[in-house]
Protein backbone atom coordinates (compact mmCIF):
# COMPACT_ATOMS: atom_id res chain seq x y z
CA UNK A 1 0.00 0.00 0.00
CA UNK A 2 1.22 3.44 -0.56
CA UNK A 3 2.64 5.80 2.26
CA UNK A 4 0.53 8.43 0.74
CA UNK A 5 -2.62 6.43 1.27
CA UNK A 6 -1.80 5.49 4.88
CA UNK A 7 -1.37 8.83 5.53
CA UNK A 8 -4.62 10.19 4.77
CA UNK A 9 -6.86 8.65 7.62
CA UNK A 10 -9.65 11.10 7.66
CA UNK A 11 -10.03 10.77 3.89
CA UNK A 12 -10.16 7.39 3.68
CA UNK A 13 -12.85 7.22 6.71
CA UNK A 14 -14.78 10.42 4.37
CA UNK A 15 -14.39 8.15 1.58
CA UNK A 16 -15.74 4.93 3.19
CA UNK A 17 -18.52 6.74 4.54
CA UNK A 18 -19.46 8.73 1.15
CA UNK A 19 -19.47 4.67 -0.40
CA UNK A 20 -22.20 3.12 2.37
CA UNK A 21 -23.95 6.23 1.56
CA UNK A 22 -23.85 6.14 -1.75
CA UNK A 23 -24.61 2.57 -1.74
CA UNK A 24 -27.67 3.24 0.50
CA UNK A 25 -29.13 5.60 -2.02
CA UNK A 26 -28.81 2.75 -5.03
CA UNK A 27 -30.49 0.04 -2.76
CA UNK A 28 -33.10 2.87 -2.33
CA UNK A 29 -33.16 4.09 -5.66
CA UNK A 30 -33.46 -0.34 -7.07
CA UNK A 31 -36.18 -0.49 -4.30
CA UNK A 32 -38.33 1.92 -5.29
CA UNK A 33 -37.87 3.46 -1.95
CA UNK A 34 -36.13 6.84 -2.68
CA UNK A 35 -38.19 9.44 -0.69
CA UNK A 36 -41.01 11.45 -2.46
CA UNK A 37 -40.10 15.04 -1.44
CA UNK A 38 -37.29 14.57 -3.87
CA UNK A 39 -39.96 15.15 -6.80
CA UNK A 40 -40.13 19.52 -6.03
CA UNK A 41 -36.72 19.63 -7.01
CA UNK A 42 -36.78 20.25 -10.60
CA UNK A 43 -34.40 17.29 -12.44
CA UNK A 44 -33.58 16.29 -9.69
CA UNK A 45 -32.59 12.76 -11.01
CA UNK A 46 -30.10 14.33 -13.70
CA UNK A 47 -28.69 16.65 -10.58
CA UNK A 48 -28.28 13.61 -8.62
CA UNK A 49 -26.19 11.33 -10.89
CA UNK A 50 -23.50 15.15 -11.67
CA UNK A 51 -23.42 15.54 -7.99
CA UNK A 52 -23.23 11.85 -6.52
CA UNK A 53 -20.73 10.56 -8.61
CA UNK A 54 -18.94 13.88 -8.91
CA UNK A 55 -18.13 13.14 -5.14
CA UNK A 56 -17.51 9.90 -5.43
CA UNK A 57 -15.22 10.81 -8.61
CA UNK A 58 -13.25 13.37 -6.58
CA UNK A 59 -12.81 11.46 -3.13
CA UNK A 60 -11.77 8.40 -5.32
CA UNK A 61 -9.07 10.18 -7.41
CA UNK A 62 -7.75 12.37 -4.08
CA UNK A 63 -6.98 8.87 -2.52
CA UNK A 64 -6.02 6.73 -5.31
CA UNK A 65 -4.58 8.95 -7.87
CA UNK A 66 -0.93 7.39 -7.53
CA UNK A 67 -2.47 4.12 -8.89
CA UNK A 68 -2.69 4.40 -12.74
CA UNK A 69 -2.74 2.45 -15.86
CA UNK A 70 -0.22 3.05 -18.13
CA UNK A 71 -1.54 2.92 -22.00
CA UNK A 72 1.59 3.12 -24.46
CA UNK A 73 2.62 6.53 -23.56
CA UNK A 74 0.08 7.63 -21.12
CA UNK A 75 -0.81 7.51 -17.40
CA UNK A 76 -4.61 7.44 -17.07
CA UNK A 77 -6.10 7.29 -13.33
CA UNK A 78 -6.89 3.95 -12.09
CA UNK A 79 -10.01 5.18 -10.06
CA UNK A 80 -11.53 6.97 -12.99
CA UNK A 81 -11.60 4.40 -15.04
CA UNK A 82 -12.84 1.84 -13.16
CA UNK A 83 -15.19 3.50 -11.76
CA UNK A 84 -16.53 4.85 -14.96
CA UNK A 85 -16.71 1.52 -15.94
CA UNK A 86 -18.61 0.66 -12.65
CA UNK A 87 -20.74 3.45 -13.93
CA UNK A 88 -21.79 2.11 -17.51
CA UNK A 89 -22.40 -1.41 -15.87
CA UNK A 90 -24.81 0.05 -13.01
CA UNK A 91 -26.88 2.20 -15.83
CA UNK A 92 -26.98 -0.85 -18.15
CA UNK A 93 -28.42 -3.03 -14.93
CA UNK A 94 -31.39 -0.77 -15.03
CA UNK A 95 -32.72 -1.94 -18.10
CA UNK A 96 -33.54 -5.19 -15.98
CA UNK A 97 -34.48 -3.53 -12.81
CA UNK A 98 -38.67 -3.17 -12.70
CA UNK A 99 -38.14 -0.19 -10.53
CA UNK A 100 -35.31 1.79 -12.72
CA UNK A 101 -34.94 3.09 -16.75
CA UNK A 102 -32.47 2.75 -18.56
CA UNK A 103 -31.74 6.70 -19.33
CA UNK A 104 -28.80 7.80 -21.76
CA UNK A 105 -28.95 11.18 -20.20
CA UNK A 106 -28.60 9.65 -16.62
CA UNK A 107 -25.25 7.74 -17.75
CA UNK A 108 -24.31 11.69 -19.41
CA UNK A 109 -25.03 13.54 -16.32
CA UNK A 110 -23.01 10.68 -14.17
CA UNK A 111 -19.88 11.09 -16.69
CA UNK A 112 -20.29 14.93 -16.16
CA UNK A 113 -20.17 14.63 -12.50
CA UNK A 114 -16.95 12.20 -12.57
CA UNK A 115 -15.04 14.33 -14.87
CA UNK A 116 -16.46 17.34 -12.75
CA UNK A 117 -14.93 15.59 -9.75
CA UNK A 118 -11.48 13.92 -11.60
CA UNK A 119 -10.60 17.79 -12.66
CA UNK A 120 -11.61 18.67 -8.77
CA UNK A 121 -9.32 16.32 -7.36
CA UNK A 122 -6.29 17.07 -10.35
CA UNK A 123 -6.96 20.64 -8.98
CA UNK A 124 -6.47 20.26 -5.20
CA UNK A 125 -3.23 17.98 -5.60
CA UNK A 126 -1.74 20.11 -7.71
CA UNK A 127 -2.54 22.75 -4.87
CA UNK A 128 -0.06 20.23 -2.50
CA UNK A 129 3.19 20.61 -1.34
CA UNK A 130 4.27 17.41 -3.10
CA UNK A 131 2.65 17.95 -6.16
CA UNK A 132 6.05 16.74 -7.77
CA UNK A 133 5.09 13.48 -6.86
CA UNK A 134 2.15 13.73 -8.38
CA UNK A 135 1.00 11.13 -11.20
CA UNK A 136 -0.02 13.20 -14.10
CA UNK A 137 -2.58 10.83 -15.64
CA UNK A 138 -3.92 11.62 -19.04
CA UNK A 139 -0.71 13.01 -19.61
CA UNK A 140 2.12 11.78 -22.18
CA UNK A 141 5.10 10.39 -20.44
Not at 51 to 57: E, T
Not at 60 to 80: A, D, I, M, Q
Amino acid sequence: MSSKLRSQPRLKGLALLYAALFGWILVLAYTGNLPSQLAVIPYYDKLGHVILYGVAAYLGHRLLHPFTLRLGRYRLPLWVLAFSGWTLAEEGAQFFAPTRSLDALDLVCSGLGILMGYWLAQQQLARQPDSSELSQPLSKN
